[in-house]
């Protein structure tokens, strides 16, 4: 099993920062893909962000590029998400993934909610 732990949502005015992190461990492999999705209330979750072990393959949401960053630091197995112009309508439960594809994560984390405010 992988254990996959999220911090630094929070609640944020329209057009602040945020940048979340996340913490792997567990049976983690560091050739996974890792990567963020959200749900918003009301909605299904949605892909926003993925990146491969070496950095070459990072796959954006349309909603989100440009204003969002993801990185990860394989030493400390450990994915980021620089959240930079921040919308309401970003405001949802973040969630960490990992898996051998973007497409097909096999471990969650539990979220982190991140709320931005107009």
């Known amino acids: 099993q992988v254990q996959l732990v999220e911090s630094g949502g929070g609640l944020v005015q329209a057009g602040g920062s945020l940048r979340l992190s996340c913490a792997a461990s567990g049976r983690f492999f560091s050739s996974y893909v890792m990567g963020w999705s959200r749900q918003a209330p009301g909605k299904e979750r949605e892909f926003v962000a993925a990146?491969?072990?070496?950095?070459?393959?990072?796959h954006y949401a349309d909603s989100v590029k440009g204003r969002f960053t993801i990185s990860r630091d394989n030493g400390k197995n450990m994915v980021y998400l620089q959240m930079n112009s921040l919308k309401p309508e970003d405001t949802a439960v973040y969630y960490c993934a990992v898996g051998w594809s973007d497409s097909d994560m096999d471990y969650w984390g539990k979220g982190t909610l991140v709320t931005v405010s107009s």
């Open positions: 990146i491969n072990r070496s950095g070459g393959y990072i």
